[in-house]
């Protein structure tokens, strides 16, 4: 069965503190590993990765894809308040379907 | 850009009563529509995939006839929640994507319906 595992299941920092969150999955006929960002609504989308070892990196934001070790991780440098969300990371099969993890709670306090 | 429009955001209505979401991508034509649903403090569950001009495809466990899907042009699919009762109730969201292997889905804002 596919499974897409995230951890930590939540996370609280303070402003300027560096986050790493990680994804794990078992996906038959991968095709891409997607991050995206929910706040109070419908997720917003951060990065698509689909191949190995190169850094996708937004701002102060960045991922990168192992697809030996069928992981990734999204680097948040530098928190601010405004980080403060559930991230879920999802794989897409080759069907188009995604399939999320359950997401990590991130806060981020002053 | 890539911005999915939903509506409507919230929907309280009485049980046996049928209900239309509406999902429009504003700024992309997209090939290919999702359906999802999500339960308090839980991911995102796959209800259905929906190519326009095509039947839509259910995950195994969805009722058809329960959750009618039409995806009738490039820039709008429906989910109509017919006769809907309590346990119906949740967090619905759908998406939307453009051709091509290595495109993002990109999600609406999702409409909460609440059955009484």
């Known amino acids: 069965e596919d499974k897409v595992v995230q951890s930590p299941l939540s996370l609280v920092v303070h402003e300027g503190d560096t986050v790493t969150l990680n994804c794990s999955y078992e996906?038959?006929?991968?095709?891409?590993l997607l991050w995206y960002k929910q706040e109070k609504k419908a997720p917003t989308f951060l990065f698509m990765l689909?191949?190995?070892?190169i850094e996708k990196k937004s701002g102060r934001l960045s991922s990168i894809l192992d697809k030996k070790e069928l992981f990734s991780i999204l680097n948040i440098t530098a928190t601010q308040t405004g980080d403060s969300a559930i991230y879920l990371c999802?794989?897409?099969?080759?069907?188009?379907?995604?399939?999320f993890g359950t997401g990590t709670r991130l806060q981020v306090f002053p | 850009g890539a911005v999915v429009s939903q509506h409507p955001s919230w929907v309280i209505c009485k049980s046996g009563t049928s209900v239309k979401i509406e999902c429009r991508s504003l700024?992309?034509?997209?090939?290919?529509m999702f359906w999802y649903r999500q339960f308090p403090k839980q991911s995102l569950m796959l209800m259905a995939t929906?190519?326009?001009?095509?039947?839509?495809?259910?995950e195994q466990g969805v009722e058809k006839d329960k959750f009618l899907i039409n995806h009738a042009s490039l820039t709008l699919s429906t989910l109509t929640v017919t006769s809907a009762h309590p346990e119906d109730s949740s967090f619905y969201i759908c998406?939307?994507?453009?051709?091509?292997?290595?495109?993002?889905?990109?999600f609406g804002d999702g409409t909460r319906l609440s059955i009484l």
């Open positions: 700024d992309f034509q997209a090939t290919t």
């Open positions: 996906v038959t006929n991968f095709r891409s």
């Open positions: 689909t191949s190995s070892g």
């Open positions: 929906s190519n326009e001009g095509s039947k839509a495809t259910y």
């Open positions: 999802a794989v897409e099969a080759m069907t188009d379907k995604l399939i």
């Open positions: 998406s939307a994507r453009s051709q091509g292997d290595y495109q993002p889905q990109h």
